[in-house]
T-cell receptor, first 114, second 111 residues
Framework: ETGVTQTPRHLVMGMTNKKSLKCEQH?????MYWYKQSAKKPLELMFV???????ENNSVPSRFSPECPNSSHLFLHLHTLQPEDSALYLC?????????????FGNGTRLTVT | SQQGEEDPQALSIQEGENATMNCSYK?????LQWYRQNSGRGLVHLIL?????REKHSGRLRVTLDTSKKSSSLLITASRAADTASYFC???????????FGKGTKLSVIP
């Protein structure tokens, strides 16, 4: 059983909706990540948080808004999304960053934008 | 950050055979990691090899690293149907927050 839990597992939303994805890690890690996985494309790193501070933001559109209230929780707030935002959104955590720390992934939220 | 490129894109073998996947990257690394992803699930870390290591084993997995050629390989011996998954390499530069992945190798093991 993964130590990183993502909810919901599936989400269907209209382009005018506002929703949030939630990630919780039970591993005592201090870094958390959001990745986007679209069909036939490499995983795209969206955001990185270290010690609850955002350290990377890879030119992600503002309709995606991350929040990290503490080292165990990470949210991705979504609003006015486009159909091309449909993808599997993966959360991950690690102990430290930039070193020899493997990432632990959740099982993702499958998002469909209609 | 840099992205590894896995080769081949897809690989189909019979159960019991060995599977070899390759990864190439462009700049110097601190370490290189391999991950597996079953369909519709998250990635699972398999093995990490540091830049000063040449070979590493974990169960039926064998990873090699050639920093002079900027390449790595993952060998799965005596494959099983349960090994069917996509496999990704992730080269990690020193001091980088970013771990980026390629498109992966999709392995199918036929019972």
């Amino acid at each position: 059983e993964t130590g990183v839990t993502q909810t919901p597992r599936h989400l269907v939303m209209g382009m005018t909706n506002k929703k949030s994805l939630k990630c919780e890690q039970h591993l005592g890690h201090n870094a958390m990540y959001w990745y986007k996985q679209s069909a036939k494309k490499p995983l795209e790193l969206m955001f990185v948080y270290s010690l609850e501070e955002r350290v990377e933001n890879n030119s992600v559109p503002s309709r995606f808004s991350p929040e990290c209230p503490n080292s165990s929780h990470l949210f991705l707030h979504l609003h006015t999304l486009q159909p091309e935002d449909s993808a599997l959104y993966l959360c991950a955590s690690s102990q430290g960053q930039g070193g020899n720390s493997p990432l632990h992934f959740g099982n993702g939220t499958r998002l469909t934008v209609t | 950050s840099q992205q590894g490129e896995e080769d081949p894109q897809a690989l189909s073998i019979q159960e019991g055979e060995n599977a070899t996947m390759n990864c190439s990257y462009k700049t110097s690394i601190n370490n290189l990691q391999w991950y597996r992803q079953n369909s519709g699930r998250g990635l699972v870390h398999l093995i990490l090899i540091r830049s000063n290591e040449r070979e590493k084993h974990s169960g039926r997995l064998r990873v090699t690293l050639d920093t002079s050629k900027k390449s790595s390989s993952l060998l799965i011996t005596a494959s099983r149907a349960a090994d069917t998954a996509s496999y990704f390499c992730a080269p990690r530069g020193a001091g980088s927050y970013q771990l980026t992945f390629g498109k992966g190798t999709k392995l199918s093991v036929i019972p």
